[in-house]
């Protein structure tokens, strides 16, 4: 019994090893830094060299689109960050002025931001706070398309 | 009628909050009559429930837009089935719907079980009580879906101010699986509550032996397909609207649906040992334990902005509450198991490394691998924000790797546990079960190799494919062949006769022949090809054996938006097959814009063309198409595999076989019109 017991141990191991490993190997190829646009300026060397990942807002009527690149302007805590989405994919429907977007991509030397994925939220849709006396405490920061915008188009 | 809504859902707090109190009250002191008024007041909150989510749905259908709730997610022009499904496309609605279905299970849990258990229902009444009165909570104090928008006047007194027209349903959202998909995935979310109850109630209660199994192993197959539904039917959505060519992206809220059922898949295994052989009894509890409380950590990640994902509600103090829950949850948990462990014992062990037993180890560890891998990956920022300082998230190649091989294992484990005999297989039985399909497995991989079939996964994936249908068509062959044998029956009644009357193992077969043909279409993957041109009408595109060729570029109005719409002749090897009408719709209520994307597919692939917009610098359309290879055999999968757990879940036509000598001589006349009518089906 002793015995069997020590084939389940082996085989288990083995199974849970090999994961563990391909895990490992999984991190180390596609691990994404995270940082603000804040932190981003104080990157040096190495660090800067990193595939980054970064959150900001789209800054209104920042978007240009040019063939096989967009540029537009992330913004957060008042600071600001240059763009240039050079990914594959067309860019989801989401993706306007003002939506919470996420980047991924790394930071090229004169301080652009090369982006190959981009995802983006429209903050206005999800939830948003059509009249901010009703809903006391809900979060300010979202600059909600405001209702004229709808019907009257 | 907002009001209305508001007070219902108050009663059923204070309904839950009695339920839970009066049934703890009862089971301490041993009262019936407690008991049962413990139980009307949960089926009250219940009715209640239903009567605040029929009020929302009212408030929707009749354009109520003084409710901030409907104003956000609803417009005049919104079609009526959307307007039905904006209950569930916002926080505060989903959040009540959550509660509504809960309710509706805990109505039937009750129900039918009124009778029955006298020892088990009051501790299962307690449970799901409890986990009630938390969304109550969530619903009344929280993210209430009756607010009404307004104004405070100078002395302090509120004035109701109803807009003209809602902000409309997000468009993503304006799409027909937007219907079926939420409710889908929430039954199963929802559903994994019920045998959650009854394995703490037997727990708590030390009820004896298995029986608690034996009552949720119907309720589990529900969630269990509920669960795989609603993951398939949200793959298949992302595919077809978010038009980026791909079913599954790894998404933390992607990742969500997928933990509960992975550990969902593991339980409904793994009961079969504690059933047939006493084993794993502490494991069991566990694993359902885990997997609601996955289910509760899955909807918390979708609303508490923990994970950034593009699925993601907003972000909100909800988050909180739903920790507060897990902890909660989790403690009650342990205490229940260190209090009454003891009474998990086991009463067997494991014998032979060739063994069911063993298969089913093996199945339950790669499961909670995969489940923990994903668990980690998805978690990997907070992890590593908490360890290190830093946000570090990894992304779809790392999920691919741990997944992919363990996927691949499963399948294997698919083909083979169902065949190896309980506690020791011989060596003759495993040449008998395993020889042809193995054979025939290693073949299609020795053909499709020479074929240019390079990719060292997709190939591993074909041959198991391949070998395990085999070994699933053959063993309802050789049941089939015994019974045409005793009974003279075509093979085809056999089929029939020999699933429905063993439908757990039977249907069991069938689940996991869907899960083979799902498979072959993520094997696919790896033969995906795309290629983004910039087109004017009557120009085309060369892609795989695809000529796209753009005809015409015009402007059509919707009901409630404006689409740009490509029309795109296909021809195949120089023949036209079909025209396709990728569009961008532009609605008028929010003014966003939404992608139709445009599919033409076939079992070999699909064709999948996007209208990415006009171009930047010359305005002209510029089309992105995408060969999908296989895809269909996911959807198809998923079929097979729902209709697999439907058999499963159908009671065992035994009696009908044993009396058969009578009805075969009173249904004889009967039978002859049969063939009559099938080849009439045929003809149609």
């Given at each position: ?16 090893g ?104 429209c ?19 979202s ?11 | ?31 019936i ?12 909150a ?124 997000n ?18 979310y ?16 030390r ?57 969902g ?52 103090d ?14 009650t ?134 070998f ?24 085809l ?18 689940v ?29 595109m ?43 719709r ?6 966003m ?30 089309i ?61």
């Open positions: 019994m002793k015995n069997g017991k020590g084939k389940f141990l082996l085989a288990g191991t083995i199974i849970l090999t994961t563990v490993w391909l895990g490992w190997v999984g991190v180390t190829e596609s691990k994404t830094y995270y940082y603000t646009i804040a932190e981003l300026e104080t990157l040096r060397g190495a660090q800067a060299q990193r595939r980054l990942r970064v959150a900001g807002d789209v800054q209104p009527g920042s978007i240009e689109r040019y063939r096989g690149r967009v540029d537009f302007v992330l913004e957060q805590e008042g600071r600001t960050l240059p763009v240039s989405y050079v990914g594959q994919n067309p860019l989801p429907d989401t993706f306007v002025d003002r939506a919470q977007a996420l980047v991924e991509g790394r930071l090229a030397p004169d301080g652009r931001f090369i982006a190959d994925h981009v995802q983006a939220k903050a206005s849709k999800y939830e948003a706070v059509p009249n901010p006396s009703t809903t006391p405490g809900s979060s300010a920061s600059p909600a398309t405001s209702y004229t915008s709808g019907p009257s188009e | 009628m907002d009001l209305f809504g508001s007070y219902a859902l108050i009663l059923a707090l204070v309904c839950a909050g009695y339920a839970v109190a009066a049934g703890i009250a009862a089971i301490a002191g041993r009262k009559l407690l008991t049962k008024s413990a139980y009307q007041a949960s089926l009250a219940c009715v209640l429930i239903t009567l605040a989510t029929a009020t929302l749905v009212f408030l929707f259908l009749t354009d109520n837009f003084s409710v901030a709730y409907v104003a956000n997610h609803s417009s005049r022009d919104q079609h009526v089935f959307y307007k039905f499904a904006a209950l569930w496309s916002g926080q505060e609605g989903s959040l009540l719907f959550w509660s509504w279905l809960l309710a509706v299970y805990v109505f039937f849990v009750l129900w039918t079980n009124r009778n029955r258990h006298p020892e088990l229902m009051p501790y299962v009444a307690v449970v799901l009580a409890s986990v009630q009165l938390f969304f109550l909570i969530l619903n009344v104090f929280v993210a209430n879906p009756f607010q009404v928008l307004g104004t405070v006047a100078a002395d302090g007194s509120r004035q109701v101010v109803a807009q003209p027209d809602g902000r409309g349903l468009p993503l959202l304006q799409y027909p699986e937007m219907v079926i998909h939420p409710p889908a995935l929430y039954l199963g929802v559903g994994f509550t019920v045998p959650f109850a009854f394995a703490l109630a037997a727990l708590l209660g009820y004896p032996g298995e029986k608690w199994i034996h009552i949720t192993r119907r309720w589990t197959m529900i969630a269990w397909g509920f669960q795989s539904l609603g993951i398939l039917l949200g793959a298949h959505w992302a595919y077809a609207v978010l038009g980026w060519g791909g079913y599954w992206g790894w998404d933390p809220v992607e990742n969500a649906s997928l933990l509960p059922w992975l550990t898949t593991a339980f409904l295994h793994s009961v079969m040992m504690q059933e047939k052989r006493g084993m794993m009894k502490v494991w069991n509890v566990w694993l359902v334990f885990i997997t609601f409380l996955l289910c509760i950590l899955g909807t918390m990640l979708t609303r508490s902005g923990v994970v950034s994902s593009v699925h993601a509600f907003a972000q909100s909800v988050g909180h509450w739903f920790l507060g829950f897990l902890l909660l949850t989790l403690a948990c342990t205490w229940a198991y260190l209090k009454n462990r003891d009474y998990l014992k086991s009463e067997n062990q494991l014998d032979s490394l060739i063994s069911r037993e063993s298969s089913f180890l093996f199945n339950n560890l790669v499961l909670l691998a995969a489940c923990f891998a994903v668990l980690w990956g998805t978690l990997f920022p907070v992890i590593s924000e908490a360890v290190q300082g830093t946000k570090i998230s990894v992304g779809p190649p790392f999920f691919n790797k741990v997944t992919i091989p363990i996927g691949l294992f499963l399948l294997f484990l698919t083909g083979v546990g169902p065949l190896l005999a309980w506690r020791k297989t011989s060596l003759e039985s495993l040449r008998r079960n395993f020889g042809w399909p193995l054979a025939a497995g290693l073949l299609t991989g020795a053909v499709a190799y020479p074929l240019g079939l390079r990719d060292f996964y997709a190939l591993v994936c074909f041959v198991l494919s391949v395990v249908a085999l070994t699933i068509l053959l063993e309802f062959l050789r049941g089939a062949r015994v019974i045409r044998a005793r009974t003279g029956m075509s093979i009644r056999a089929v029939e006769h020999l699933t429905m009357r063993n439908t757990r193992r039977y249907g069991g077969y069938i996991h022949f869907g899960i083979v043909l799902i498979f072959i279409g993520l094997a696919g993957a790896a033969f995906n090809q795309d290629k983004q041109m910039e087109m004017t009408p009557g120009t085309h060369e892609l795989g054996r695809y000529t796209i060729r753009l005809q015409t570029f015009t402007q059509r109005p919707g009901q409630n938006y404006v689409a740009e719409r490509a029309t795109i002749e296909v021809l195949r090897d120089g023949q036209s097959v079909m025209l396709l009408y990728p569009e961008r532009r609605y008028h209520a929010n003014g814009t939404g992608t139709m994307v445009s599919i033409y597919s076939t079992l070999r692939e699909d064709l999948y063309v996007v209208y990415a917009g006009p171009s930047p610098e010359t305005g002209q359309p510029v992105h198409a995408y060969i999908n290879p296989l895809v269909k055999w996911i959807w198809l999968g998923g079929v097979v595999l729902v209709l697999g757990t439907g058999v499963a879940l159908l009671p065992n036509r035994q009696q009908a076989l044993a009396f058969r000598p009578v009805s075969e001589r009173a249904g004889q006349p009967a039978l002859q019109p049969v063939p009559a009518t099938r080849s009439q089906d045929a003809h149609d």
